[in-house]
């Protein structure tokens, strides 16, 4: 009998912090997406953009999701299984919250076709299920952090591409971001370059912010620069490319023009991966 109320405790315990991690997640889900949620760019871009690049959008963030609750799940996971349980639970979180708030906004309306309805909610669960993933990280209690692996390089990469990625999405469908590119000349864009680099490397190394990295002595200080700073402005680059891409923002574009673009989106896209790599 007592070992039938020690299992039924146990039980309870981890349901308990499991509806718990999803409470988190749908803060995080809320904290996270809601500045995308109402951006009258975002409204228009699931009802316009092309269905094969929503459905990329879609797909790539499937493996993110797996790969993020590897590091980061609503409870300790243990194995790619529990990973891939975590995944679902943050789209099936992301999903839903995203429709209600539009719904409440008054965005989704019953003559609205079934493709605009189904593409404004799809496009808004990608920020949203990132959101709910990243509320375990953001919104759990010290004893979470205790928790916390040690990350080898590629998840450090992995982590800045996420944290780019998140950035990148507030952003890139703002008229605002395509109007500073064509303003910007060559060396503007250099000059942002150079400035994104430098707040990577010293909002990590330099500032000693919470989650911060402390070079050892007897280590040089450009192997971190090298190393850390800039591969991961390599990958905000990317990622920035990336999310110009699908959400159609490069157009007809010259290679200068696309080249302006991207390094203007870098500028935040950098400061998100350096702000996941302080975060997560």
């Given at each position: 009998m007592t070992d039938d109320a020690a299992s039924a405790e146990s039980d309870q315990s981890e349901f308990s912090r499991f509806i718990t991690g999803l409470a988190r997640g749908v803060?995080?889900?809320?904290?996270?997406a809601l500045p995308m949620l109402m951006t009258m760019e975002m409204w228009y871009l699931g009802f316009y953009m092309a269905r094969e690049r929503l459905l990329l959008l879609v797909i790539l963030n499937i493996p993110l999701l797996v790969l993020l609750a590897h590091r980061i799940?609503?409870?300790?996971?243990v194995s790619w299984r529990d990973a891939v349980r975590d995944a679902i639970v943050a789209y099936g979180i992301g999903i839903p919250t995203s429709a209600i708030v539009l719904a409440a906004l008054g965005l989704l309306r019953g003559d609205m076709s079934a493709s605009e309805l189904i593409g404004k909610i799809a496009l808004q669960s990608v920020p949203a299920s990132i959101g709910a993933m990243l509320g375990r990280s953001q919104l759990g209690d010290e004893d979470d952090d205790t928790e916390r692996k040690s990350t080898p390089y590629h998840s450090e990469l992995f982590l800045m591409g996420t944290g780019a990625l998140f950035l990148s999405l507030n952003i890139a469908p703002t008229d605002e971001m395509i109007v500073l590119s064509y303003k910007m000349t060559i060396w503007h864009a250099l000059v942002i370059s150079l400035?994104?680099?430098?707040?990577?490397?010293?909002?990590?190394?330099?500032?000693?912010?919470?989650g911060g990295h402390e070079l050892s002595p007897e280590t040089p200080w450009w192997h971190a620069f090298v190393r850390f700073t800039l591969p991961g402005y390599v990958v905000a680059l990317t990622v920035s490319?990336?999310?110009?891409?699908?959400f159609e923002r490069l157009g007809d574009s010259s290679a200068i023009e696309i080249m302006v673009s991207v390094i203007v989106l870098g500028f935040p896209a950098a400061l998100g991966a350096a702000g996941a790599r302080l975060i997560l």
């Open positions: 803060a995080g889900a809320l904290f996270f799940g609503f409870e300790k996971t400035i994104s680099i430098a707040l990577m490397h010293g909002l990590v190394y330099a500032v000693s912010f919470m490319m990336l999310t110009l891409w699908i």
